[in-house]
């Protein structure tokens, strides 16, 4: 249960990171782009590359919500839109 758990943190982080993508593509800002471009890389790669080691398709439920929920958070309104 607590390498779910790690998943599902590693899912929202991942999110996290890749909302704040693809608003630093809106922006037009591409070394921000690039930069989390390559940091997202990694951990996908890692992330995917340890669940088929450990050979337990559970996991990428805990990270699929891990996904979701950092969507989520991440769609939030960003400090543009507030008025």
């Given at each position: 249960?607590?390498?779910?758990?790690?998943?599902?943190?590693?899912?929202?982080v991942?999110?996290?990171?890749?909302?704040?993508?693809?608003?630093?593509?809106?922006?037009?800002r591409?070394?921000?782009?690039?930069?989390?471009?390559?940091?997202?890389?990694?951990?996908?790669?890692?992330?995917?590359?340890?669940?088929?080691?450990?050979?337990?398709?559970?996991?990428?439920?805990?990270?699929?919500?891990?996904?979701?929920?950092?969507?989520?958070?991440?769609?939030?309104?960003?400090?543009?839109?507030?008025?």
């Amino acid at each position: 249960m607590l390498t779910g758990l790690l998943y599902f943190c590693l899912g929202l982080v991942e999110d996290l990171i890749v909302t704040n993508y693809y608003r630093a593509i809106s922006n037009r800002r591409r070394w921000l782009a690039s930069h989390i471009s390559a940091i997202h890389t990694i951990v996908v790669v890692g992330m995917m590359a340890s669940i088929v080691i450990q050979h337990d398709l559970k996991l990428i439920l805990f990270w699929a919500a891990g996904n979701w929920l950092g969507t989520f958070l991440g769609m939030g309104k960003s400090p543009q839109t507030r008025r």
